[in-house]
């Protein structure tokens, strides 16, 4: 069984930057795209990003594109999202996802 948790979240200011983590225990074992979600208050849950298990591909959600990069952790095979420029609109629970697993989120706030 492989658990996620997310790290890296918090409050900042509009306009500020984060960069979100995810920590796997245990090793999937297959080679799966890794991404990140979110949850805003009263919404469903959205794609926010991806990224191949190689490393070569990348897709974003159009709300996010230009501001915000997925990479991975090469030696750990879980990603990483590294926000800039963010908006109130940006708010809420961002959860870790690698095949069916997913993490419990870590809660981004972005005040104006």
């Known amino acids: 069984q492989v658990q996620l948790v997310e790290s890296g979240g918090g409050l900042v200011q509009a306009g500020g930057s984060l960069r979100l983590s995810c920590a796997a225990s245990g090793r999937t074992s297959g080679t799966y795209t890794m991404g990140w979600f979110r949850q805003a208050p009263g919404k469903e849950r959205e794609f926010v990003a991806a990224?191949?298990?190689?490393?070569?591909?990348?897709k974003y959600a159009d709300s996010v594109k230009g501001r915000f990069t997925i990479s991975r952790n090469n030696a750990k095979n879980t990603p990483y999202l590294q926000m800039s420029g963010l908006k109130p609109e940006d708010t809420g629970v961002y959860y870790c996802?690698?095949?069916?697993?997913w993490g419990k989120g870590t809660l981004v706030t972005v005040s104006s």
């Open positions: 990224i191949s298990w190689s490393g070569s591909s990348t």
């Open positions: 996802n690698i095949h069916t697993y």
